[in-house]
């Protein structure tokens, strides 16, 4: 069974700060990795995406992949209240398709005023 | 750009009535899918379609069917609901089947009594 992990959190972290969500897959052959942000209520929507190791920027994001240890993680630099939500992380496995994304269960950030 | 469209927002069954959710993506994706999204469980793959004209079986097809009416339309069926079923219903579309990004519809929660 492929998996994708994540800490559910709730990550509490003070407005200003760096905040940091980490994300573990089972599947050494996937090779695209992808950060979903969905409000309370709301739809998920695309942040990031990264396909080769090492950091890809995005304004205040930034996706860091290490597929030699199965990890992708999501940095958020001058954490807003606005960041608050729930993070996903989606994996496909190496079949390289759609069908086959394999979705963590999210990571609860709280930023605090 | 309305980009995936989808009714109704809410709905409230009794156990062994049926309905049809709709989805529209005004921005020319191939693919497109129906999700669901329960606590703890995550977002799962009910049905997908690949591209026009062909439909195919996700994670939990049980209770479902749908109808990919032309590019731009792809409806969600039960045809008996049961309290199962009550969720969150997304409907995404990519650019393709393969490895791309998803773009979701706003959801539809549904209850089945």
């Known amino acids: 069974q492929k998996e994708v992990e994540q800490n559910s959190g709730p990550l509490s972290v003070p407005e200003g700060a760096i905040a940091s969500l980490n994300c573990t897959y089972s599947?050494?052959?996937?090779?695209?990795f992808f950060w979903y942000r969905q409000y309370s209520g709301k739809s998920p929507e695309l942040i990031m995406s990264?396909?080769s190791n090492g950091d890809k920027e995005d304004g205040r994001f930034t996706a860091q992949l290490n597929k030699a240890s199965q990890y992708v993680s999501l940095l958020i630099r001058d954490s807003q209240p606005s960041d608050s939500a729930t993070y996903l992380c989606?994996?496909?496995?190496?079949?390289?398709?759609?069908?086959?994304?394999?979705w963590g269960l999210g990571t609860s950030l709280a930023v605090n005023p | 750009n309305a980009g995936v469209t989808q009714t109704p927002k809410f709905q409230v069954l009794k156990t062994g009535q049926s309905m049809t959710l709709q989805c529209a993506q005004d921005m020319n994706h191939n693919s497109m899918y129906w999700y669901r999204q329960d606590p703890g469980m995550g977002l799962r793959l009910i049905y997908y379609s690949a591209s026009e004209g062909t439909t195919d079986k996700g994670e939990v097809p049980n209770g479902y069917n749908v109808s990919r009416l032309n590019k731009r339309e792809f409806s969600l069926r039960l045809e008996s609901a049961a309290p199962s079923q009550t969720s969150v219903y997304f409907c995404?579309?990519?650019?393709?089947?393969?490895?791309?990004?998803?773009?979701f519809g706003n959801g539809t929660r549904l209850t089945v009594t």
């Open positions: 995404a579309s990519s650019e393709a089947a393969e490895v791309s990004p998803l773009h």
């Open positions: 990264i396909y």
């Open positions: 599947d050494r052959g996937s090779q695209s």
């Open positions: 989606a994996v496909p496995s190496n079949a390289g398709n759609n069908r086959k994304l394999i």
